[in-house]
Every structure is written in C-alpha cells, then in structure tokens.
C-alpha cells in the first residue's frame, strides 16, 4: 500500500447559487499499475442552502493481487428538502479479496432527524474487473413521508454472465412512531462460484406502535443450480429506543 502513488483531482460546479447544486467528481489514480484506477462522482443537491449538512464517509481497503480487478466506480446523489437537522450520515466499508472469491463487505447507517418530508436518493455502481463475471449494479432510492416515515429500498445486483446470475434485493421499511427510529443495517455477502448466483429475495419490516414493535420477515431464496453456489448474507437490525427490541 505504501508504493500506491495517489493523485486525486476534483472539480466543484455549483449552478445557479439559489439552488446550489454542488458536483463533485474525483478520480484517483494508484500506481503502480494504470488499470487500477478509482473514479468517485457524487453530487450535492441541497435546498435552502445555508444549513444543508450533509455528513459522507468511507473507506475503500484494495488488496494488491491482480491490481485489474481494483477498479471501482460508484456515484450517488443526495437530495435533501427542508435540511435544518436533517443530518444524514453514511458510511461504508468495501472490501475485495482476491479474485475469484471477491468478498464484499458493506455496511451504513442512516440517521434521520425527525422533519417533514426529506427524499435521498442514492444510486451507485460497482463495476469489478473482470467485468465478464463480476460487475455489480446497485441502485437504490429512500423516501420518507412526513411522520408516517415510510423509507422504500430497492436495489437490484446484476452479474455476468446476466442468464445465470442474477440477484434482485428489495425491501420495504414502514415505520410508524418515528421519533427516535434508528436503525442500523449491516450485511455481507460472499459468493464463490459466480457462474450459478442466482439469489432473489424480498424482506418487509412493519413496526407498529412503540413498545410492540412487531417485526414481519419473509424472504425467499431462489438459486439455480448447485449447493456450491455459497451466498452468506448476515445482516442486524437494531431499533430504538427499547433495548429488548433486537432482531438478528
């Protein structure tokens, strides 16, 4: 890591100042091979200007390996309505082991103030040399009404080769006393023979008052062919404010 030469270029656009609308594109190059090259383009939309705060971190740990498969490429754009304690923070972790295994771990927290309607959008792209059996679209949208708080998330992972190896992940939060609904999502998912990953699942969380917080989970796991296809998928809820209410 230490021989990585990391040169980072940005360019900041802000179009019409009322509506302030922020560009940011980056692009970092790592010696000592030109194909690993990390592009990270993201844009800031933020309504009343002054107080919109938006709070971003991550980290991105490559190993050295076949440095082809080093490259990552995601954008996703926040849009923020009334944003006086709308803090938004999301951080997330990737990692890529060598190769075939391409193990990746994703974590992120959203934490909302309580305000009227706030939309964020988020969409990214993960596109892993090789691309013929390891390119990764997510994209996924939240949207929170007033009070109601009902956060919709939907992604869709597609590989190649597409026939065989398709995952749809979609999900659906509805909570109803919203005060000091955090919640805290976290999963992995590891997947060895990538020409049979075919895994579809849905999930719904319905929280209904307070102290019951009841929990409805289904899912459906669908894979073609062979129990070698080995698809982990960990993930931990944890809500407040009552402690007892954990799900794992």
Not at 202 to 218: D, L, N, P
Request: proline letters at 4%.
């Amino acid at each position: 890591m230490s021989s990585y030469d990391t040169s980072c270029s940005f360019i900041f656009v802000k179009e019409p100042v009322s509506s302030d609308v922020t560009t940011y594109s980056f692009l970092f190059v790592k010696e000592p091979v030109s194909s690993d090259v990390t592009t990270y383009s993201f844009v800031f939309v933020k309504e009343p200007v002054s107080s919109g705060a938006t709070t971003c971190c991550f980290v991105f740990l490559k190993e050295l390996a076949p440095v082809s498969s080093n490259a990552t490429a995601f954008s996703f754009v926040f849009v923020k309505e009334p944003v006086s304690s709308d803090v938004t923070t999301c951080s997330f972790f990737f990692l890529k082991e060598v190769m075939s295994s391409y193990a990746t771990s994703c974590s992120f927290v959203f934490v909302k103030a309580p305000l009227s309607a706030e939309a964020t959008t988020l969409s990214f792209v993960f596109v892993k040399e090789p691309v013929s059996s390891n390119a990764t679209i997510c994209s996924f949208d939240f949207v929170k009404e007033p009070v109601s708080d009902a956060t919709t998330c939907s992604f869709v992972f597609l590989k190649w080769p597409v026939s065989s190896e398709a995952t749809t992940l979609s999900f659906d939060f509805v909570k109803d006393v919203v005060s000091s609904n955090a919640t805290t999502l976290s999963f992995d998912f590891v997947k060895d023979v990538v020409s049979f990953n075919a895994t579809t699942w849905s999930f719904v969380f319905v929280k209904e008052v307070m102290f019951s917080y009841a929990t409805s989970c289904s899912l459906i796991f669908a894979r073609e062919a062979v129990s070698s296809d080995a698809t982990t998928c960990s993930f931990v809820f944890v809500k407040e404010p009552v402690s007892f209410d954990a799900t794992t």
